[in-house]
DNA sequence: TTGAAAGCGCTAACAA
DNA sequence: TTGTTAGCGCTTTCAA
């Protein structure tokens, strides 16, 4: 009587490697070997144990092995932005990288709750996972998850305070610099900037790989300074006003978003600006429903974000395996050209 | 020597049981009483344990106690939607009930492909997850996943054309119904009907839902018939110009989406109607971006896509412990009114 | 009140 | 080439 026992949730069992050796007529040990293609078991006994594991559908407890290697061969994913367009992405390329590295990826969301995510740290300890992935939407840096005991962990679209700890961001400079530098090989020598609010870091290092670019061409942004305001489309069309008083001669706008530069294509078609011809526009993002509902197509800059989630699991299982990296490497961003910046 | 072995990979391993039994001079019996709250220990022992326990910040392996208990306490979670708009709400719903039931959550990216679906279930049953949970976008019915051996499984946002399944829906005809209702009771009484593809059941239930309403007042749809057209709000601004024409009294529209709505509310605008004065608009999803973007904010459906994850939860939970249901659940959308239609 | 021992499913020494 | 045995970390009889 094997299964009778008392405890009411207990499963109808699934077939153990007992099961198949008897079946098979031979040990456990061999079972063990055959079906791991270990050397020194004979092929007629090896095609034996085969046909009887599949005969049962067995498959090998991952959870015995686990208790037996010390792996867990799992990673916990904990995400902080409320599941949003940014960290999806993100989470969707780290889970693939895992996936293929056979690695299992257990879903916590933290909420950007310090108390939330402190539960799950702990959950995860429990679990023995082999590394943790915090992915956030990116302000500045945050202090970093405690542990413990030694557990690899990497910080995605996020960054940890402690210098020594691995985080992978894209890199919001260069994809300035891109957006700009495609306006300026397009010909365009008049480029105002709208774009979010400046407490965001992201915001900063945009700007700054705009003027940057500018000034390369001995150019800097139109109206003078950027435009900062909510991260909406009502602000875009404000700004393409502000925009065009300061600036008549303006021929080109880089935003801080795609949802702002739907706005300031509204607004500078409102003022009787055709776009690309008398203004082209550049936005940020990448987010296919504002690119596509934006009249013409919007030209935008692509953060490769599920490449910085697959950066980060990448990195994460490099530290499981002995080589721990730190500090913070940055992802490039990527021109997706479309209508509103064609020549 | 226990850990000086040739295993590279071979983390430094967590205090186990018995090192904190060693520490507290008791047996390793003694300590999971303790710590488990089990009767016959003396408080003096038991807080010798804790103490230990604390010191080494021991926390018991949830491998160990899966391998004895035959209860992984951690359930799967494919999905199908690419992670899109529709499924992340009703996931995230789903991982906070799971957790709520101390069961941990394995994150599947099914990407729609079934060889993917499958390869994943393999993986599951390896891990001896105690349930699966299936999200999808709801098209028709789908094919259950195979399982070798009965894992209960729960389908969140899609259904199994197995009718023994059971799984968790929206209930899109009363969405519809809901929408109707409320311009009807806001005096409105030529109701257009701007929606996505035929082919989509949601698409079908809902104008159902809207016109059955309307009979009920005897009334039918203005036009004559719902309009057609792809989800964008390319579709709507066209869409409002052929009700227009249909139908000149027209003095509501309800929309199969927010960014069809949204395009209507541009379309109508265009045409020198005033939104909610002279037409009041209805949308569906409650996707916060299209309805605050949309001049004015667009009262709308929520679908409750939470509550279908935590009900998809439940479901499994319940059929973990043993009482299994089946059959297709449908939770009820809720109307959330904004300016589009405040009379 | 405490501890010794068995065993969950599996793999890896080592023995035969 | 195959089998025996020990043990991964834990809980749970059962005996002391």
Sequence with gaps: MPSGGGLP???????????????????????????????????????????????????????????????SYTVGLITNDSFGRFSIPV?????????????AVLLCDGRDDPIREQHYVRTLAARRVDGIVVTGRRADPRPPVTLDFPIPVVYAMCESTDPRDASILPDDEQGGR??????????????????????????????????????????????????????????????????LRAQDDLDAVFCGSDQIARGVAEGLQAAGRKIPGDVAL?????????????????????MNLPLVGKRAA????????????????????????RESTRV
């Excluded at 098979?24 to 079906?35: D, F, P, R």
């Excluded at 020194?40 to 144990?49: F, L």
């Excluded at 550049?282 to 692509?302: H, I, K, Y």
């Excluded at 002995?322 to 500090?327: E, L």
Aim: charged fraction near 20%; include cysteine.
């Design 314 to 337: 990448e990195t994460l299982l490099a530290a499981i395996d002995g080589r721990a990296s730190s500090g913070t490497e940055l992802v490039p961003c990527r021109l997706v050209v």
């Design 178 to 243: 891109l957006a700009v530098e495609h306006l300026l090989a397009t010909g365009r020598r008049s480029v105002g900037h709208v774009t979010g609010p400046s407490d965001f870091r992201a915001v900063r290092l945009r700007t700054a790989g705009a003027t940057g670019a500018l000034a390369r061409a001995g150019l800097e942004l139109a109206g003078g300074a950027p435009l900062h305001g909510p991260w909406s489309e009502e602000w875009g069309r404000q700004a393409a006003t502000i925009l």
């Design 282 to 302: 550049v936005g940020f993002d990448n987010w296919t429903v504002m690119t596509d509902a934006c009249r013409p197509p919007l030209t935008t800059v692509d």
């Design 91 to 103: 989470m969707l390329g780290a889970e693939d990288a895992l996936q293929a590295g056979q690695i």
């Design 9 to 71: 949730a207990r499963r109808k069992t699934a077939p153990t490697i007992s099961d198949v050796a008897a079946l098979a007529g031979v040990s456990t040990a061999t079972v063990s070997k055959s079906l791991n293609g270990r050397t020194g078991i004979s092929p007629a006994t090896r095609a034996k144990v085969v046909a009887a594991a599949e005969q049962l559908g067995f498959r090998s407890s991952a959870i015995a092995q686990s208790l037996l290697s010390g792996r």
